[in-house]
């Protein structure tokens, strides 16, 4: 038993996940009565990771601003400006795509939508956004709020920084010990996706996701298209060389991870560790990851886009070119908003639908579609955000040391 329990500990943490969705497939598709204990090793993984998630971020963040040296210059302006630009043009991208291969689906009951309350506006998301940066820090950090996690951490972070030097030590230690945790959780990640996978499929069925392999081909063709083609045109117009090595490096030791755990904030150990590999400014990927992970969200543009002209395909409604346009900003925006309304990119999906004239009761429907491709569509969603976030801290560093002459 020890040699096995050895050989199992010698494999990547790829392969083992792997393993257990195999594991979980197999048992789903054969004993689904028998093994339903495993359903509980999906929701022990999910729930360690939304529960330790909240703080990681927060004590990250503050610990970075706290620790940041006076007169020490970041790129904090060019990575905003490159997740705004990467998630706008995710969503352009979805949108054109749904015109090229238009496609229709099969509107379920809504399942899975059926106790959600999507926002009535674009103006909703804003207030909503607003209201949650002033939210209570510890509401938010109970309801797993980023934005209002975020905001807090970067207030009491610019307080800290005159503290004594023991007080920054002691919140750099938690923030150590929270990534430690998120790391020790991640792998028991093969138990989790076998339980994960064994769940979605005896719920639904392979045949469910089959009679969904259009609408998936085009969500994961379009984060696909927009992982290999979109972002490297934009880290190319930024460090001026082959950006494809960055790129595959990015979606190597980030992208998979986050492929599997589905969480963009638990995959933030990860995101760091790949940029102090990269030798990347700690003061400053020290907030972009955990900004990264609440608003850079090009998988959440794609996801909106695609499924909201889906149901207009399905009902037949003509679109034209400045709507379309408008639904490429509408998506960005309630893209970036995604972590902040319970349900995160399919909750939002009935704000876009509205710009249609879409009734809501249809595109709580849409939503339905959402959670039963959800096993691949959020996975695909998720590994594009994550990686990201790294891809474009990384780009934005190399080309400032483009511009002072270093070599990167």
């Known amino acids: 038993m020890k040699d096995l329990i050895k050989k199992w500990n010698q494999l990547s943490l790829v392969k083992r996940i792997i393993i257990g969705l195999i594991i979980g497939i197999i048992l789903a598709l054969t004993v689904p009565e028998k093994a339903k204990i495993v359903v509980i090793f999906g929701s022990l993984f999910v729930g360690a990771l939304k529960a330790v998630a909240p703080m990681l971020v927060f004590f990250l963040v503050m610990s970075a601003i706290s620790q940041h040296k006076s007169g020490h210059k970041t790129n904090m302006k060019s990575i905003l400006i490159l997740y705004l630009a990467g998630t706008f043009l995710a969503g352009l991208v979805a949108v054109i795509a749904s015109f090229i291969f238009p496609i229709k689906i099969i509107l379920p009951g809504g399942a899975g939508a059926e106790n959600l309350t999507p926002p009535g506006g674009v103006v909703e998301v804003i207030k909503a956004l607003l209201l949650n940066i002033v939210e209570n820090p510890v509401k938010a950090l109970y309801n797993a709020n980023y934005i209002g996690i975020l905001s807090w951490a970067v207030i009491i972070g610019i307080a800290l920084r005159n503290a004594e030097n023991s007080t920054k030590t002691m919140i750099t230690n938690v923030s150590d010990a929270l990534s430690e945790v998120v790391r020790l959780v991640i792998n028991f990640a093969p138990l989790g996706i076998m339980g994960l ?212």
């Open 197 to 408: 996978v064994f769940e979605s499929i005896a719920a639904n069925g392979l045949q469910s996701l089959l009679s969904y392999g259009q609408l998936l081909m085009l969500l994961v063709g379009t984060m696909l298209f927009v992982a290999l083609v979109v972002n490297p045109i934009i880290v190319f117009l930024c460090i001026r060389k082959n950006p494809y090595p960055l790129v595959f490096k990015c979606l190597k030791d980030s992208g998979i991870t986050a492929f599997f755990t589905r969480s963009s904030a638990a995959n933030i150990p990860v995101n760091m560790s790949l940029c102090e590999r990269l030798g990347l400014d700690k003061d400053t990927y020290s907030v972009s990851i955990p900004l990264g992970a609440t608003i850079n969200m090009a998988g959440a543009a794609v996801t909106i886009s695609v499924l909201s002209l889906a149901a207009v395909n399905t009902l037949g409604i003509k679109v034209d070119i400045p709507t379309a346009f408008i639904l490429s900003i509408l998506s960005a925006v309630s893209a970036c908003g995604a972590s902040g309304v319970a349900g995160g990119s399919l909750l939002l999906i009935p704000l876009a639908c509205s710009l249609f004239g879409i009734p809501n009761d249809i595109a709580m429907k849409v939503v339905g579609v959402g959670f039963i491709v959800g096993i691949i569509q959020d996975s695909c969603e998720t590994a594009l955000n994550s990686s990201t976030d790294v891809l474009f801290t990384a780009a934005a560093e190399f080309a400032k040391w483009r511009k002072e002459g270093k070599n990167n």
